[in-house]
C-alpha cells in the first residue's frame, strides 16, 4: 500500500500579487524537493511551468497540494525534515488560518493513483465524520492493515 496525501490552503491575496511572490517562487524548489525525495511515488501537477498550481473548481483562492508516497515515514520525512519546513514554517504569510482539517491521509493499492475528486471526497469525510481508517492525519494514524 502507499499513502496518499491532499492539503489544501486558501491564499490570503492573489497568486500575481506582491504578497505571495515569495510562495510562488518557492513552488518550484519545494516541487524539486518533493520529487527527489526518498519514497515520493507521485503528485498532482498544474501544468508543465514548475510554478503552476494546480487547476480545480474548488476556488479561486484555494491551492491544493496532492501526492502518494511509499510510506508515513518517507512523507513525515520530506515534510518536516527537509528544506519543505522551512517552506512551512512561513504559512501563516500567505494563507488563512482555517478551523476545519485542511490535510487527509489514506491507504491506495500500489500502482494505483487517486484523483482530485476523490481526495477532496476524502477531506470532507474527515471534517464530518473525524478519523478513521479512510481519512486520517499524522495525528491520528491508521495503518494500511486497519484501513
Same mark, same amino acid.
Given at each position: /500500500?502507499?499513502?496518499?496525501?491532499?492539503?489544501?490552503?486558501?491564499l490570503?491575496?492573489p497568486?500575481?500579487?506582491?504578497?505571495l511572490?515569495?510562495?510562488?517562487?518557492?513552488?518550484e524548489p519545494t516541487n524539486v524537493?518533493? %520529487?527527489?525525495a526518498?519514497g515520493f511515488?507521485w503528485?498532482l =501537477?498544474?501544468g508543465?511551468? #514548475?510554478?503552476?498550481?494546480?487547476?480545480h473548481?474548488?476556488?479561486d %483562492?484555494l491551492?491544493?497540494?496532492?501526492?502518494?508516497?511509499?510510506?508515513r515515514e518517507a512523507?513525515?520525512?520530506?515534510?518536516?525534515?527537509s528544506?519543505?519546513l522551512?517552506?512551512?514554517?512561513?504559512?501563516?504569510?500567505?494563507?488563512?488560518?482555517?478551523a476545519?482539517?485542511?490535510?487527509?491521509m489514506w491507504?491506495? #493499492?500500489?500502482?494505483e493513483l487517486p484523483?482530485l475528486?476523490?481526495? /477532496?471526497?476524502?477531506?470532507?469525510r474527515?471534517?464530518?465524520?473525524?478519523?478513521?481508517?479512510?481519512?486520517?492525519?499524522? =495525528?491520528?494514524f491508521?495503518? #494500511?492493515?486497519s484501513?
Open positions: /500500500m502507499h499513502l496518499a496525501q491532499l492539503n489544501v490552503a486558501h490570503l491575496a497568486l500575481d500579487s506582491p504578497q511572490a515569495d510562495f510562488v517562487a518557492l513552488l524537493l518533493s %520529487d527527489a526518498p511515488v503528485r =501537477k498544474g508543465e511551468d #514548475p510554478t503552476d498550481t494546480v487547476q473548481d474548488y476556488g %483562492d491551492v491544493i497540494n496532492f501526492s502518494v508516497w511509499e510510506s512523507l513525515w520525512n520530506f515534510v518536516y525534515r528544506r519543505h522551512a517552506v512551512l514554517q512561513r504559512r501563516r504569510e500567505w494563507f488563512q488560518r482555517i476545519v482539517p485542511y490535510s487527509v491507504w491506495v #493499492p500500489e500502482g484523483d475528486a476523490e481526495g /477532496m471526497a476524502r477531506l470532507e474527515l471534517r464530518t465524520g473525524g478519523p478513521g481508517p479512510e481519512a486520517f492525519t499524522f =495525528k491520528e491508521y495503518d #494500511p492493515v484501513a
